[in-house]
């Protein structure tokens, strides 16, 4: 079976930066939106809020735009991290592509070490 983090590696190393949707930077939201793309679906467009009541609004909002799903490739994974939500695409059971400043730039990393964070896994249905 292939690789299936060969069908991202053009993407391995872009640049983080808030506010990035590609192509040459990406924050974790812009690159969720090019990795939806690449897959032929065009979810909306949002710049990501920095403070937690503006977060908890915009997800009470925009959740029911998502289902939730069990952990699967392609799914996408929202995760809190402090003062902040994050989120990234499964791209296997044990792994995921995502950006963030502490890689300066789009990885993969295992998503066990991202478990504890974890608050689920979303499919958009939009």
Same mark, same amino acid.
């Given at each position: ?28 939201? $812009? ?7 690449? @897959? ?7 710049? %990501?809020?920095? =403070? $937690?009541?503006?977060? %908890?609004?915009?997800?009470?909002? @925009? ?28 791209? =296997? ?22 478990? %504890? ?10």
């Amino acid at each position: 079976m292939a690789d299936a983090a060969l069908e991202f590696i053009d993407l391995i190393g872009v640049p983080f930066e808030y506010k990035g949707r590609g192509p040459d930077t990406f924050d974790c939201y $812009g690159l969720l939106r090019e990795l939806y793309r690449r @897959q032929g679906h065009d979810i909306p467009d949002y710049i %990501s809020p920095t =403070d $937690g009541a503006r977060i %908890s609004a915009l997800f009470a909002n @925009q959740l029911v735009l998502w289902r939730e799903v069990e952990p699967e490739p392609g799914a996408a994974v929202l995760i809190r991290v402090p003062g902040n939500m994050h989120c990234g695409m499964l791209i =296997d059971r044990h792994r995921f592509i995502h950006t963030w400043e502490g890689a300066g730039g789009v990885c993969i990393e295992e998503i066990d070490d991202w478990k %504890s964070r974890v608050l689920g896994y979303y499919r958009y249905v939009g």
